[in-house]
């Protein structure tokens, strides 16, 4: 059995409590008028000006200020400028919450899926790792309500991260009214509620049925049982994800959309949740734990982040060029507002999540060393944040982007849940599945 340090248990629970600390102060410091966004921008422009992240927007040929571009605008749409960098503002440290909410989320979602994969496959490698997986996917539950929860403030408009959400915007915008029967907050809550609970109960049976597995001596009942959800699970799952990926992200860009986008979200999260596994499973072995598991499941594990991590980028030069060659305005602005906008973490999310990967991870011999493989996983999970950030930040927050406070206070915060909650879940069943029947195949897994 595990058994969770004082040490790491104080250690998550200072950064829940530093992370809700500096998002309180992040929320307070939001301008509450137009004037306080005059005043925050005559005070920049007094400083020097800079780029995007710093709140300066400058013309093309990088000699307009805040201020007098402002000016120019107000001449013809009065504050119309203001309010929307207030709006902007305001809207930050929301999306900072939302960005790093769904990211830790995606973490237990994609290791659940990865899970249902290994009962759906029978597979014979990975019995001795679902301990580690059920105590990551237990993340779920208290994830899946802070999320929600944020979902419904934003679907019913309390605060304007979904410019779909607010009926002033949609009553000017006839592409919106024509989606209204989609994108309408009732319905957005009901399909997000539907997502989650189908998800939280199939990890509720299938941990329940491999708890009794465990104590079945008699045959495999409950392994088939297993096996059966997981299967139909699976089947809900591909569909549920991609129509959670339309609703929570698409659809901050309301006016454009991506055939691809419900993969590429996947290719992130699966990724991401492998990655994860690889890393607990890395750390447990490190304190003396796990020693049922030996190089070949690390480098199994390693081969799932690298291959996962080419399928990424796959889908992602696929959505980025077919749309980039194609040159519709309504669609390649997307990109072009990341690449002017976000250029440092729109190309450097690139480089994380693939070029890093694809030189450490290729040799095969760099897969079965620990700090190899450890090393690979930080900067993947970085990159797959970066990634999300990207996908949400320019829809929400424009040009009025930094990292600040809200950003690094919702990590702090979401990353100390996440370590609380599924070291907590290791402490509740023995870290070996010993009633699975594959469990001596996977106990002698070498090659």
């Known amino acids: 059995m595990y058994t969770l340090s004082n040490r790491l248990r104080l250690f998550s629970i200072i950064l829940m409590v530093v992370g809700l600390v500096g998002l309180v102060v992040g929320f307070a410091q939001r301008p509450g008028s137009i004037q306080e966004v005059k005043e925050m921008m005559a ?61 830790f989320f995606m973490i237990a979602l994609g290791v659940l899926a990865f899970y249902a994969i290994q009962f759906a496959s029978q597979s014979g490698w990975s019995p001795v790792l679902f301990r580690v997986m059920e105590a990551i996917t237990a993340y779920l539950v208290p994830g899946g309500i802070v999320l929600f929860v944020i979902l419904a403030l934003s679907g019913f408009h309390i605060n304007h ?16 009214q024509g989606k209204a029967s989609w994108l309408n907050g009732t ?53 549920t994800e991609s129509m959670a990926s339309w609703d929570w992200i698409m659809s901050f860009d309301p006016h454009w959309f991506s055939t691809l986008f419900g993969w590429y979200v996947f290719a992130s999260l699966f990724v991401s949740g492998i990655t994860t596994i690889a890393l607990l499973t890395i750390y447990l072995k490190s304190k003396g734990y796990l020693e049922f598991v030996n190089n070949s499941h690390i480098h199994d594990l390693a081969k799932f982040m690298f291959g996962i991590s080419v399928f990424w980028t796959y889908l992602w030069f696929s959505q980025f060029m077919l749309i980039w060659y194609s040159n519709i305005p309504e669609e390649v602005t997307y990109f072009i507002t990341r690449i002017e906008d976000y250029n440092l973490p729109f190309f450097g999310m690139l480089v994380m999540n693939f070029i890093f990967p694809l030189l450490v991870l290729m040799n095969s011999d760099f897969k079965r060393v620990n700090w190899f493989v450890v090393m690979a996983g930080i900067v993947i999970l970085c990159g797959h ?20 406070i809200s950003e690094i206070s919702a990590v702090l915060l979401f990353l100390g849940l996440f370590l609380f909650v599924v ?17 001596e195949e996977s106990k002698h897994f070498h090659y």
């Not at 392994?223 to 569909?239: E, N, P, R």
């Not at 070291?423 to 469990?439: D, E, M, S, V």
């Open 43 to 103: 005070t920049h422009d007094a400083h020097g000006g800079g780029h995007g992240e710093s709140h300066a927007e400058k013309s093309d040929h990088g000699k307009e200020t805040h201020g007098e571009k402002a000016d120019e605008e107000d001449a013809h749409g009065g504050d119309a400028h203001y309010e929307h960098v207030l709006h902007q503002l305001q809207n930050k440290p929301w999306a900072s919450l939302y960005v790093a909410a769904f990211f």
């Open 161 to 176: 991260l979904f410019v779909w959400a607010d009926p002033k915007v949609v009553e000017h915008d006839a592409l919106l």
């Open 187 to 239: 319905w957005f809550i009901i399909r997000a509620a539907f997502f989650l609970a189908g998800w939280m109960l199939y990890r509720h049976f299938a941990v329940k049925y491999s708890r009794l597995q465990d104590e079945d001596s008699t045959g495999n009942k409950w392994y088939k049982k297993s096996f059966k959800i997981s299967a139909a699970f699976l089947v809900f799952f591909i569909y």
């Open 385 to 404: 944040y970066i990634d999300i950030f990207n996908m949400i930040m320019p829809a929400t927050v424009g040009k009025s982007w930094f990292i600040g």
């Open 423 to 439: 070291f907590r879940a290791l402490t509740k069943a023995p870290l070996l599945a010993k009633g699975n029947p594959y469990i």
